[in-house]
């Protein structure tokens, strides 16, 4: 994804593709620092609270989605907190770097390798947690016989690895310093080399993502909709005088409600995931678009407000989502109301807390 400290122009070591365009990363100005440092401090409380409540519900087992959630938070809790580390310790413009270690310093740290790796790991774990409700929803029983534990961490495992990997690619090879400063997307082959890469860096992070999410949305909203719900028991089961037929009807009116609960469970965790991933959409595409028009050489001033809106917007991704969990997520209200309920009695000697009995029709 298109950066903020940002470049301002490709340069290439070509011959003929040689121009006087800055690359170098600028220090972001006093006002600039403070929105960063406020989405970071937004993002690393409200992140935090997210992983807190909902690993504190008690009264429910933990299930994939769950984990998917917390896991998306642990993601979008570091972002914060290195946009703010960043934010407070890059320097270049103030000395001259030089030396291994300074070289280290510029294509691990100021060329915003960790942060980036970061943030599209965060759009992998949200692709994840749409397929792992995907299967729930459209292929029920794959979904309890093909997932298990193993390959639902190897999943995870591999969410983490994809952003280092990824930038690990391109972005350290491609950044170092020259006379003293740090430059990033700075030393390419050729032209051509880095207009392909604009194309593949908006498929991998941007449209590749979206077009898993809207299929995947598409075939959840069908299948939810054509979906046949149970019926109840039927007059003669609940009139009937046999013992062995009352057992039957409290039987399949106790399955009825189970099967009730699972589907008010699956739809509660599916709105929310649509609304994260529209937020998702959002908050990236006006970056993402910039960024495209800048690879097919059209003229972008990285120092516009519009820029600079576009930047602010996608950081504000790492810090929505614990804002939509406490509308539309039922898990992590109810993981406030243990939390918080706990602390409560405890504090007025009660010995025992409050459970979310009345909630629990709304989870698996």
């Given amino acids: 994804?298109?950066?903020?400290?940002?470049?301002?122009?490709?340069?290439?070591?070509?011959?003929?593709?040689?121009?006087?365009?800055?690359?170098?990363?600028?220090?972001?100005?006093?006002?600039?620092?403070?929105?960063?440092?406020?989405?970071?401090?937004?993002?690393?409380?409200?992140?935090?609270?997210?992983?807190?409540?909902?690993?504190?519900?008690?009264?429910r087992a933990k299930h994939y989605a769950d984990l998917l959630i917390v896991n998306q938070s642990v993601i979008d809790l570091l972002s914060?907190?290195?946009?703010?580390?960043?934010?407070?310790?890059?320097?270049?413009?103030?000395?001259?770097?030089?030396?291994?270690?300074?070289?280290?310093?510029c294509r691990f740290w100021i060329s915003g390798y960790v942060i980036w790796s970061l943030f599209l790991s965060s759009t992998y774990n949200l692709v994840l947690l749409t397929l792992e409700?995907?299967?729930?929803?459209?292929?029920?029983?794959?979904?309890?016989?093909?997932?298990?534990?193993?390959?639902?961490?190897?999943?995870?495992?591999?969410?983490?690895?994809?952003?280092?990997?990824?930038?690990?690619?391109?972005?350290?090879?491609?950044?170092?310093?020259?006379d003293g400063v740090c430059y990033k997307f700075h030393f390419w082959p050729s032209r051509l080399t880095a207009r392909v890469f604009g194309i593949v860096a908006l498929m991998v992070q941007f449209f590749l993502p979206l077009a898993?999410?809207?299929?995947?949305?598409?075939?959840?909203?069908?299948?939810?909709?054509?979906?046949?719900?149970?019926?109840?028991?039927?007059?003669?089961?609940?009139?009937?005088?046999?013992?062995?037929t009352a057992t039957a009807g409290v039987q399949h009116d106790a399955d009825t409600r189970a099967k009730g609960i699972k589907e008010r469970a699956s739809k509660s965790i599916f709105k929310t995931m649509v609304t994260v991933t529209v937020c998702?959409?959002?908050?990236?595409?006006?970056?993402?678009?910039?960024?495209?028009?800048?690879?097919?050489?059209?003229?972008?001033?990285?120092?516009?407000?519009?820029?600079?809106?576009?930047?602010?917007?996608?950081?504000?991704?790492?810090c929505v989502n614990p804002f939509i969990y406490t509308f539309q997520y039922n898990v992590f209200r109810q993981g406030l109301r243990e939390l918080f309920c706990a602390h409560r009695n405890i504090e007025t000697g009660s010995g025992h807390p409050q459970t979310a009995t009345g909630d629990r029709s709304h989870h698996t």
């Fill in 1 to 59: 994804m298109n950066d903020s400290m940002n470049v301002s122009h490709w340069i290439f070591n070509d011959t003929i593709d040689q121009q006087p365009m800055n690359t170098n990363i600028r220090i972001a100005t006093s006002s600039e620092k403070v929105v960063y440092i406020l989405f970071g401090c937004i993002g690393i409380l409200g992140n935090l609270l997210v992983v807190v409540a909902v690993m504190s519900v008690k009264s």
């Fill in 80 to 105: 914060s907190v290195f946009i703010i580390a960043t934010t407070l310790t890059v320097d270049t413009g103030i000395r001259r770097l030089s030396g291994f270690a300074d070289e280290l310093y």
């Fill in 133 to 178: 409700r995907y299967m729930a929803i459209v292929h029920p029983i794959r979904y309890y016989t093909w997932l298990t534990w193993g390959k639902f961490y190897a999943a995870v495992t591999l969410v983490w690895c994809v952003g280092p990997v990824y930038n690990m690619m391109h972005r350290i090879p491609t950044s170092g310093l020259a």
């Fill in 212 to 244: 898993i999410l809207i299929y995947a949305y598409v075939r959840m909203t069908v299948r939810l909709r054509n979906k046949v719900h149970p019926v109840g028991p039927t007059p003669s089961q609940a009139v009937a005088g046999t013992s062995h």
């Fill in 280 to 318: 998702f959409v959002i908050c990236w595409i006006f970056n993402q678009v910039l960024f495209l028009l800048f690879n097919f050489g059209y003229h972008v001033d990285f120092q516009s407000p519009f820029y600079h809106f576009t930047v602010y917007i996608a950081f504000a991704n790492s």
